[in-house]
T-cell receptor
Framework: GENVEQHPSTLSVQEGDSAVIKCTYSDSASNYFPWYKQELGKGPQLIIDIRSNVGEKKDQRIAVTLNKTAKHFSLHITETQPEDSAVYFCAAPLSGTSYGKLTFGQGTILTVHP | DAGVIQSPRHEVTEMGQEVTLRCKPI?????LFWYRQTMMRGLELLIY????????DSGMPEDRFSAKMPNASFSTLKIQPSEPRDSAVYFCASSYTGGKYGYTFGSGTRLTVV
């Protein structure tokens, strides 16, 4: 099945700096890569996703890049703000399931210091 | 839209007791997922349904766990008998077309078995 490795496990930045979280996946057939943000006491929330037919996608201060050859994808947050502090998860679908049955990375605890 | 609704938010029970967690997915979503979250194992998929039919329960840890989806607007996850190692946050998520547009998670049920 799919294996998703996420790094780093914790990330601390100053407000206004950029933050980058990286994930690698094992199944070359995977074609959908979402990122989720989980705030304390809440469920994960989808913040951005990318499909295998594009290499980059942006949404305001958030961007995701995909390198299918190397089988890794990254989340980039620019101009970080304290409200960006949360746990971030990457995910990829298990083999043969297209978009369903996601395998999640272990999560990155992002702390943005004012 | 009220989102995915889970109940109860918190559950404390004694070892050996039966526990039932409930989920109401978003209207119109045809997939429903049950996840368990712990510090040690992260987010684990337990079971998922498509159009109320269980598709894959390979993540259910053992026979003490069971899940049902009697109709499109309701699902339950039952643990009988409960054990301290079942303590975790249990999330329900729903999606349209298997997650092509991402999952929507509920706020979770924090289960503590003493």
């Amino acid at each position: 099945g799919e294996n998703v490795e996420q790094h780093p496990s914790t990330l601390s930045v100053q407000e206004g700096d950029s933050a980058v979280i990286k994930c690698t996946y094992s199944d070359s057939a995977s074609n959908y890569f979402p990122w989720y943000k989980q705030e304390l006491g809440k469920g994960p929330q989808l913040i951005i996703d990318i499909r295998s037919n594009v290499g980059e996608k942006k949404d305001q201060r958030i961007a995701v890049t995909l390198n299918k050859t190397a089988k890794h994808f990254s989340l980039h947050i620019t101009e970080t703000q304290p409200e960006d502090s949360a746990v971030y998860f990457c995910a990829a679908p298990l083999s043969g399931t297209s978009y369903g049955k996601l395998t999640f990375g272990q999560g990155t605890i992002l702390t943005v210091h004012p | 839209d009220a989102g995915v609704i889970q109940s109860p938010r918190h559950e404390v029970t004694e070892m050996g007791q039966e526990v039932t967690l409930r989920c109401k997915p978003i209207s119109g979503h045809d997939y429903l997922f049950w996840y368990r979250q712990t510090m040690m194992r992260g987010l684990e998929l337990l079971i998922y349904f498509n159009n109320n039919v269980p598709i894959d329960d390979s993540g259910m840890p053992e026979d003490r766990f069971s899940a049902k989806m009697p109709n499109a607007s309701f699902s339950t996850l039952k643990i009988q008998p409960s054990e301290p190692r079942d303590s975790a946050v249990y999330f329900c998520a729903s999606s349209y077309t298997g997650g092509k547009y991402g999952y929507t998670f509920g706020s979770g049920t924090r289960l503590t078995v003493v």
